[in-house]
């Protein structure tokens, strides 16, 4: 019986996977060439354009819908492609449409914002991205492709890698933060989670990566505005991690809202020309929702007609709902604007997508209804989501009370009060751009905590909402505090105050939430805070005042129970910041490779470059994290002190574990140049290692540098090296290292 039960949960599996293998690339792409060509030559200029164009689905009460122009548009080739639109059931439906009433019966594909998650919601990107695993973030990407392509996905809005230094923009969220090499890391490692070896394989989709480019970087940290960098900035320091997307083999990338450097991103040649002669992405190009017919509102074509001209001319495959191409693009062919040949290389672009997604073999082959009942929030992906979540938790502070350390909590008698917005809450747990995140399937902290603690012993107050000036539950909260021997406090964002559209110009507490905290602590009982935010906030009171500080980020569906499983010792604290903490808004943009400027900050003589009202270092720096162990760093050794440029440096250092409990170390190497033809930052991270450290024991750990990573973009835009002075440094964070210098010769 049970034998039955798990051969028919697990058929559908073993089926698709059957049909998951890749032919050998040569033959697949001659076969894909004419196949392709032959399509093309039966196509109208209308069913062309209508492969160029994306249309999004709606969602109503009662589930998903399609407007009703639109699925006459699809019936009549004139649009090929639906986002928003999810589950098999739905989809089945709209692929029927395409496949049996269009003329050439070309399948759809389905696109999806799945950017931490599809159902199983995992940390926001940002928060995973302190894990500093490489392993686990893959992982988390192919687990939510198999989710998504089990719901009838196969196109991914995914991964975000807009580098920012600036915190007040709300989509740091969805990044990886301020470093472009680590981003570019983690970029590298989501494209082949989501992407897998095989995109025709049924558990894998295709990923786009986003928002080409420097999107991150908006003036005044306020979403959509201008941006306006040096060619040296945008190539060493927003680019990287798309082009190691594209090096991963990204299938497609999504342009930007913003301008950069006064051409919109949506028609930016000379941004289209990195990707496609220097880096050489042959994959789609998709503009972001509506942003051709922006170009209007931006100053940069007249009308819409024209800003679709300028967008597929600079190679824009796909129109994101902007209906530009749709209405427009054929008069233009028809006025000679536009070439025919440009088109059809647009086309040839998603057509040889959707032919390597498997989708002219079987349209259906991601619409199976028993994968779906099998993947959808199965175990694997939930045991995944609470490891993901345990390790993006940091650890700010930790300071003992009358000598011992708040964290982690012990085993006791004692009376906790848990305050705050976020302790008795599900949606806001699973952060930002949650897909198709269910609230129902999220344990509140209140919940989580009454799994451990006995009701008697634990007391809940919500105190005030995330925004507002309600204080009317202050009371309440108080009374709690009183009553209790420790407080735990919920405290930070809800899901719509950090990503899109959600720029804020003060990083405190939003709401009455920094007040209730004021006068909970006056009562002066021990208190953690847990800081549940989608960015960096600025926590100078809290770190002043607190004795325990957990910046917990949104986590996802398991938020919850990996915070109750930090807070009671179970996991030990690992993860380490990505962006820097702001000691004030006015130190913004404040990030760790910064420039040494001709009068490096002392404290001691005024006319050097800083605040006379505070220090220039940030409240907590990139890398910082602090475990419930202590680890010492000793013994920095180089294997030689002079590389040739085909030589290999070692560097190792010696890591111990000098407290009670095991746990995770991520130890960082940074190296300078000390001097370039452009001026150098000074430090850049260059090497990372999370190791496992028992207590008591000391981990020699290695490090390996060659010539490539010393190279960086001179003012003639060459990537290469110089030869000369090298400063290297390893350490648990970018404030605080060993250093040796080395020298690299010609
Ligand atoms: C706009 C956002 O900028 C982009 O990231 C997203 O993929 C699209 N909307 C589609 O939802």
Redesign the pocket.
Known sequence: MKKTILLTRYLPFALAMLFASCEPADQSKSDKEKFVNELIGRMTLEEKIGQMTLLTNGWEVTGPVLNEDYRQEVIAGRCGNI?NAHTVVYNRVLQNLAVNETRLGIPMLFGY?VVHGHKTIFPIPLAEACSWNLELIEKSARLAAREAAASGLNWT?AP?VDVSRDPRWGRVAEGNGEDAWLSGQIAAARVSGFQGDCLSNPFTMAACV??YAAYGAPMAGRDYATVDLSELSLRSQYLPPFEQAVKAGVASI?TA?NEVNGVPATANTHLMNILRNEWGFEGMVVS??TGINEMVQHGYAKDVKQAGEQAVAAGVDVD?QGCAFLNYLKKSVQQGVISESTINQAVRRVLNLKYDLGLFSDPYLYLNDSVEAAVIYSKELLDHALEAARQSIVLLKNEPVKGDKLLPILPGSKKIALIGPLGDNREDLMGSWHAAGDPAKVTTLKEALMQRWPESQLRFARGCETFGDDRSAFGKALEAARQADLIIMALGENYKQNG?AASRSQLGLPGVQQELLEQVAAAGKPIIVLVMAGRPLVLSWIDQHIPAILNTWHLGTKTSEAIVDVLTGKMNPSGKVVMSFPKNEGQIPVYYNTKNSGRPFDPNNKYTSKYIDIPNAPLYPFGFGLSYTEYSYSDLRISRDTISKDQILTASVLVENRGEVPGEEIIQLYIRDIMGSVTRPIKELKGFKKVRIEPGQSIKVQFTISEDDLKFYRSDFSYDSEPGEFRLMIGPNSANYLSKSFFLTN
């Open positions: 986002f914002d809005f975000m986003k928002h999504m809202f972001d929702y994101m899109e």
